[in-house]
Structure formats: C-alpha cells, structure tokens
C-alpha cells in the first residue's frame, strides 16, 4: 500500500491523553490519522490488576465530548470528599487535618476512579469505530515535519499528508527528541506503589492522602467489584503508595500477608480488615517538563511535555487538560477555514498550557519536599497550616477547585 491521504492532524501516541485527543479531535470534525508502535488488541476480557485514574471533573468534560465516557465498561466511582491527615508510620494520623466536601462548591464530585483497563477497552474500540479517525497501530511511521505542512510515512503503509503532528507518546518521546527540544528533570529517590485492596467497611466515597516521612499515602475509592480477582468484593480501593525506593524495594519482595499488613499500619483501621487484590505496580517517581511544547508543525502533549510528582494525583488530568485546550484551538481553525498547525496557534496553545504545568509542578515539588520529612518542628507548621486551611473558607475553595481541574 503506498497511497497518500490527506488529513488535518496526525496523533502519534495511543494512550489515554492521545487516544482521547484523537476521539475529540475527529468527534469534532477534524480529519484525525492516530498511530501507535504496539498494537490496540480488544482486550474483551482483560483481568483485574489494580491500577486506576483518578479523573478530575474538569478532565471528564473531555471524555464526554471525546465519546468514551458513555463507552466505559464499568461504571466510574464518584469521589465525593478528600481528607487529608499526617502521621507517622504505625501510628494514628494528627488530630490536625483538612476535610473537602464536594458540597462546599457544587453538587457535582471532585472527580471519578477509572479503572484503567475500562478506558482502554473504551478507547480501543472507540477510535476503531470513529467516523474521521484512521488508525495505524502496531506501525512505525517516519515524520517530516517542514514549514508548509508535515509527511508521515507509515511502514508497509500509505504516506500522510497532515497539517499539525501531535507527540503524545510519553516521557522519552522520540517526536520531541527529533525536534531537539530539551528537557529539565528530576528524580525524587522515591518509588510509587500501585496496588488495590479489598476491605471490610464502605468508603464511602472518600479519597485520603495520608502524608508520611517517606511520601504520600492515597487510598482512592471505587467502585464494586464482580471480577473473579476480586472475588466479588463490594468495598475495593486504589492505593497509590510513596516510598524510598530501597524501601519500596523491600515491600515489593514481601508476601500478600505481610504486604497487606504494612498498608493496614500506613492506612490505620477506618476501613477495617484488608486484604490486596490484584497485581503490584512499581514506578521510579521523577518530574520533567519540555523547555518549549511546540515546534514546526508539532505540539507536545500530555507526557511528552512534562511528568510531576502524583503526590496531588494530577498527572494525567494535567495531560488531559493539555488535550482539552488543544482541540478547542484546532476545532475553531478548522470551523474557521484556517491553518490548524500555524505557528500562531501553536503559539497560543503554549501561552496557555505551559505556565500552568509549571505551576503544578512546582507545587506538587514544594508538597513532596515539605512533607517528605519527619522534622518535628517541620512537622508542627504543617499541621498548623492543614488546620489553618481548613478553617479558611475561601482559599479551601480555592484548592477544592483545583482538585476538581476547574
């Protein structure tokens, strides 16, 4: 096959913040080409592993428009409160803490746990079916990118002729590294946790960051469970857990009796006896960000621009609202009759997505560095300064809202 075919946008990246953008994009109708290096099986019966997102009310917006939310198999689990405590390992949290309810700024929930093998039997079958979406995946595509347009030659496949490349293929992008764009990074000496757990009493749609010397501590809810892996659990959460990495090494090697119980001295006794579902996950914890998110004819996307600590879970809804302000700017030049990958439009997506990458950022760094420690005098001030938070009604809006992604 050695056709060519014309499109306004190629989306070189198929996880959830490019597969998502190319749904919206084509939804929005903009000619959209999607490729991917490995392959979208459609995974009809994948088992339960444990991981989940944390989707933001804000981010959810995007999958609506995208065509997905309705898609997903199983039914999300809304979070309607966040509590966030200190502690030590072993011991009960401080009496100090700050509590959001999801009333204090609306009726709708801060945001909704998504099991992650959910959106991508929904993205996989969606972008299969979608009117104004190719899809190229397993394929390795060469990209030429030059002032009047860019050429995509896919292996064994048509060449495209496309107005704007998207690169959301993740922190190593090979995209971004062609058109030498540099990079600062930072590695933090921790490892993340992921894993879920089964547990005797409800959640009751509550979300804890529990903070420790060694990092945050997330017990994320979600929904009921009918998997076999799960063994029909009715009360099941996500766990998200901060370690040293030597450490984190240490619990990983640890059988499902000991594993369970260093969660249950992290986590206290509120959901009483527990039990892990599901695989493990670990992650080298680290934060990077693109020096610039465009170039000729290419915008950076969601990891290929910047990664920050997940101590605030907002990784992913940060790619997702890189995803949300990109197609609005590419579906009104579309709509408009102008160039969808001008470097005028280019210009305005960077004005608008970098500053606030950047601040989250260095947000998520200052939280890991404050309370990654167990100074006691340290430890006082932010104890002071959660109850001091939760006392104040409007910046507790202020960072209620930003939970939200509004």
């Not at 997102?53 to 898609?71: K, P």
């Not at 405590?85 to 945001?111: I, K, M, N, Q, Y």
């Not at 899809?135 to 990209?143: L, M, R, S």
């Not at 969601?302 to 700017?329: K, M, T, V």
């Amino acid at each position: 096959m050695t056709d060519t075919i014309s499109v306004d946008v190629c989306v070189v990246g198929a996880g959830p913040v490019g597969g998502t953008l190319a749904c919206r994009l084509a939804a929005g109708g903009v000619s959209t080409v999607l490729i991917d290096r490995a392959a979208l099986p459609p995974m009809e019966h994948p088992a339960f592993d444990g991981r989940a997102y944390a989707i933001a009310s804000g981010a959810r917006t995007l999958l609506v428009e995208a065509g997905l939310w309705d898609r997903l198999p199983d039914p999300p689990n809304p979070i309607l409160d966040i509590r966030v405590t200190d502690g030590r390992v072993g011991r009960r949290a401080s009496r100090l803490h700050l509590h959001f309810d999801h009333h204090e700024v609306g009726d709708a929930p801060f945001g909704w746990m998504v099991e992650a093998r959910g959106l991508r039997r929904a993205l996989n079958a969606h972008v299969r079916e979608m009117e104004g979406l190719v899809v190229f995946a397993p394929a390795v595509a060469e990209i030429a990118r030059m002032e009047q347009g860019a050429r995509v030659r896919v292996a064994g496949g048509p060449s495209i002729d496309c107005r704007l490349v998207i690169a959301a293929e993740g922190r190593q992008s090979p995209l971004r590294e062609a058109a030498g764009i540099p990079v600062t990074r930072f590695d933090y000496s921790q490892t993340g946790i992921v894993c879920a757990i089964s547990h005797e009493k409800p959640h009751h749609n509550v979300a804890l960051e529990h903070f420790l010397p060694s990092g945050p501590f997330a017990v994320l809810p979600m929904a009921p469970s009918a998997d076999a892996e799960v063994g029909g659990a009715p009360n099941v959460s996500a766990v998200v857990w901060t370690e040293r990495t030597r450490t984190a090494a240490t619990m990983l090697r640890l059988d499902e009796v000991r594993f369970a119980r260093e969660i249950g001295r992290r986590l206290g006794d509120y959901l009483g006896e527990l039990r892990t579902v599901g695989r493990r996950w670990n992650y080298p914890l680290s934060a990077m960000l693109a020096h610039r998110y465009v170039g000729t004819r290419l915008a950076l996307a969601g990891d290929a621009a910047h990664g920050i600590h997940p101590i605030a879970g907002q990784g992913l809804n940060l790619g997702f609202r890189d995803a949300i302000e990109l197609a609005r700017l590419v579906i009104e030049a579309k709509a408009a009759g102008t160039d969808v990958g001008s470097a005028d439009l280019l210009a305005r997506y960077q004005r608008a997505r970098r500053p606030d990458n950047l601040a989250m950022l260095a947000m998520t760094d200052g939280l890991d560095r404050l309370f990654s420690t167990n100074n006691s005098a340290v430890r006082l001030a932010r104890d002071l300064g959660i109850a001091a938070v939760d006392r104040t009604g409007p910046l507790k809006k202020v960072f209620m809202r930003r939970a939200m992604g509004a």
